[in-house]
């Protein structure tokens, strides 16, 4: 009783969540129609058996560095946020470069130079879950004693590649930056938080000189399945002790889940469903004879599975569908997966639709690690219309992408395989076909070290010069270009004339 007073008297700061979100796709995409010819599938194959219609991918000129740099700029751009406000940064990845040195202290970068060193905060990794774990530690920090009034950034990247075969049509990449604060578009449910961890062998990555991990799809979809089971039944516990009663599904306007590929998402969708007709009074003639099924026995019972999933798809194509705008597009992005889908529900769905509704959201990172938790949308309708219409450019993102055939793609990825981990190497493609504002890796020397720079963003044409201003702006131009002999500092900026 004692400490329920002191709770009820301690202040938190109110609507604690996600000020802003920025995207970064990668400029490459392979169609997954295109693969199923390609790899001589059965026609269908990914793109109904995995409900996915294409998958973007990176060249050898990036890597998780440069996807988080590009990310965290254009973030720091497009909503005008000064390096300074910036006092905690988390990074959730599974995508490793380094063994000691962390993809936050390489964005370290761009505080540093405008001043603000004093940034808390370190990488999370755990497979898909590190996105999610550096979200919560994000929001703890700014919910604690420690919070100095200034913003939490978190970022989410990954490169999700495969070695040839069934796997690889499963990859992705992708980088999800999130802006965290008080007075939150999406404000996380505080004490609603469900988490499941345990120590499987279900996907891992042990070869720390390969990008591709060692899988066991039978096992992950087990893992995966078992823990939703578990975090939703621990969500609807909090629910209880917090509200009184027992919530379903119905508690959620939308659900967002970590997307390895959209079929799943729909059997898991189907799955919360077959938890709430067990605990329910209602009866239905397809569905009562699956009534005494045990939860550990329902994993791959396939008369089970598509009877719910028949029953749910109406609650489905309202619920969860607006979520896979970006994922059936790209594929999974590991850690930054569930946050792509948050997003496309702002891309999909029209402002007066989201108003001051709940968004639950699971979260799966193989190994294992995993939680259940919602957040609830602002029903400020002038904030929420602005914040919809600063993700506008996604579309775009998506729509202006290259499209590469199977053949070229494969040959990219035989590329990156030969040289990702590679000391002493300049890459091979052609950073042109990049989309302006993108981060590029110009070098990578005998030590390992890394150069990046920066597709610079076209600038308003000025008036046509002089020519003796053009013989000038030329003799400029020679002494400022990038060279990977200059300092640190020159890699990170550009000269202005290019």
Same mark, same amino acid.
């Given at each position: 009783?004692?400490?329920?007073?002191?709770?009820?008297?301690?202040?938190?700061?109110?609507?604690?969540?996600?000020?802003?979100?920025?995207?970064?796709?990668?400029?490459?995409?392979?169609?997954?129609?295109?693969?199923?010819?390609?790899?001589?599938?059965?026609?269908?194959? $990914?793109?109904?058996?995995?409900?996915?219609?294409?998958?973007?991918?990176?060249?050898?000129?990036?890597?998780?560095?440069?996807?988080?740099?590009?990310?965290?700029?254009?973030?720091?751009?497009?909503?005008?946020?000064?390096?300074?406000?910036?006092?905690?940064?988390?990074?959730?990845?599974?995508?490793?470069?380094?063994?000691?040195?962390?993809?936050?202290?390489?964005?370290?970068?761009?505080?540093?130079?405008?001043?603000?060193?004093?940034?808390?905060?370190?990488?999370?990794?755990?497979?898909?879950?590190?996105?999610?774990?550096?979200?919560?530690?994000?929001?703890?920090?700014?919910?604690?004693? =420690?919070?100095?009034?200034?913003?939490?950034?978190?970022?989410?990247?990954?490169?999700?590649?495969? =070695?040839?075969?069934?796997?690889?049509?499963?990859?992705?990449?992708?980088?999800?930056?999130?802006?965290?604060?008080?007075?939150?578009?999406?404000?996380?449910?505080?004490?609603?938080?469900?988490?499941?961890?345990?120590?499987?062998?279900?996907?891992?990555?042990?070869?720390?000189?390969?990008?591709?991990?060692?899988?066991?799809?039978?096992?992950?979809?087990?893992?995966?399945?078992?823990?939703?089971?578990?975090?939703?039944?621990?969500?609807?516990?909090?629910?209880?002790?917090?509200?009184?009663?027992?919530?379903?599904?119905?508690?959620?306007? &939308?659900?967002?889940?970590?997307?390895?590929?959209?079929?799943?998402?729909?059997?898991?969708?189907?799955?919360?469903?077959?938890?709430?007709?067990?605990?329910?009074?209602?009866?239905?003639?397809?569905?009562?004879?699956?009534?005494?099924?045990?939860?550990?026995?329902?994993?791959?019972?396939?008369?089970?599975?598509?009877?719910?999933?028949? $029953?749910?798809?109406?609650?489905?194509?309202?619920?969860?569908?607006?979520?896979?705008?970006?994922?059936?597009?790209?594929?999974?992005?590991?850690?930054?997966?569930?946050?792509?889908?948050?997003?496309?529900? &702002?891309?999909?769905? %029209?402002?007066?639709?989201?108003?001051?509704?709940?968004?639950?959201?699971?979260?799966?990172?193989?190994?294992?690690?995993?939680?259940?938790?919602?957040?609830?949308?602002?029903?400020?309708?002038?904030?929420?219309?602005?914040? =919809?219409?600063?993700?506008?450019?996604?579309?775009?993102?998506?729509?202006?992408?290259?499209?590469?055939?199977?053949?070229?793609?494969?040959?990219?990825?035989?590329?990156?395989?030969?040289?990702?981990?590679?000391?002493?190497?300049?890459?091979?493609?052609?950073?042109?076909?990049?989309?302006?504002?993108? $981060?590029?890796?110009?070098?990578?020397?005998?030590?390992?070290?890394?150069?990046?720079?920066?597709?610079?963003?076209?600038?308003?044409?000025?008036?046509?010069?002089?020519?003796?201003? =053009?013989?000038?702006?030329?003799?400029?131009?020679?002494?400022?270009?990038?060279?990977?002999?200059?300092?640190?500092?020159?890699?990170? %900026?550009?000269?202005?004339?290019?």
């Amino acid at each position: 009783n004692e400490y329920k007073s002191y709770l009820s008297k301690m202040s938190w700061p109110d609507r604690v969540g996600v000020v802003a979100f920025e995207v970064y796709l990668p400029k490459l995409y392979v169609p997954h129609e295109d693969l199923e010819e390609y790899d001589g599938a059965s026609k269908g194959k $990914y793109t109904i058996g995995l409900g996915q219609r294409g998958m973007a991918f990176c060249s050898d000129a990036e890597d998780i560095n440069s996807m988080s740099l590009t990310v965290v700029e254009g973030l720091m751009e497009n909503y005008d946020i000064n390096y300074s406000d910036i006092g905690h940064l988390q990074v959730g990845t599974e995508t490793l470069l380094d063994k000691s040195k962390s993809v936050k202290t390489v964005l370290m970068e761009l505080f540093v130079k405008h001043g603000n060193s004093d940034i808390e905060g370190v990488d999370n990794l755990n497979a898909c879950y590190g996105g999610t774990a550096a979200l919560f530690n994000a929001v703890n920090w700014v919910e604690s004693s =420690a919070w100095d009034g200034r913003y939490a950034l978190v970022v989410a990247a990954d490169i999700a590649v495969y =070695a040839s075969g069934n796997a690889r049509p499963t990859g992705g990449a992708g980088a999800v930056a999130m802006l965290v604060g008080p007075n939150a578009v999406l404000a996380l449910d505080r004490g609603l938080r469900s988490t499941h961890m345990d120590h499987v062998y279900d996907f891992y990555k042990p070869d720390l000189n390969s990008e591709y991990p060692y899988v066991n799809g039978k096992l992950s979809i087990e893992c995966f399945l078992k823990a939703l089971d578990v975090t939703y039944g621990g969500y609807k516990d909090k629910v209880f002790k917090k509200h009184n009663h027992r919530p379903d599904m119905s508690y959620f306007d &939308f659900m967002a889940f970590h997307s390895p590929f959209s079929k799943l998402v729909q059997k898991s969708f189907a799955r919360l469903t077959f938890h709430d007709y067990q605990n329910s009074a209602e009866s239905v003639t397809e569905l009562d004879q699956f009534r005494g099924v045990k939860l550990e026995d329902s994993y791959f019972n396939k008369n089970l599975e598509k009877a719910f999933m028949e $029953y749910s798809k109406n609650a489905y194509k309202e619920k969860t569908e607006p979520t896979l705008l970006i994922s059936k597009n790209v594929g999974n992005m590991y850690t930054a997966t569930l946050y792509s889908c948050i997003v496309s529900l &702002f891309l999909s769905k %029209n402002v007066n639709e989201l108003v001051g509704r709940r968004v639950g959201a699971f979260s799966y990172g193989s190994g294992l690690a995993s939680s259940m938790f919602s957040f609830t949308i602002t029903s400020d309708v002038s904030t929420l219309r602005h914040f =919809a219409q600063k993700l506008s450019y996604v579309t775009d993102l998506l729509e202006g992408r290259e499209k590469v055939s199977p053949a070229e793609f494969e040959a990219l990825m035989k590329q990156r395989e030969d040289s990702n981990h590679s000391p002493n190497r300049t890459p091979a493609f052609d950073t042109n076909r990049l989309n302006p504002g993108t $981060y590029y890796i110009v070098k990578v020397d005998e030590e390992y070290r890394r150069t990046y720079a920066r597709v610079p963003a076209p600038l308003p044409t000025p008036p046509p010069p002089s020519s003796d201003e =053009a013989t000038a702006e030329g003799d400029q131009h020679d002494q400022h270009i990038i060279s990977t002999n200059q300092s640190n500092d020159c890699t990170m %900026n550009y000269c202005r004339y290019m």
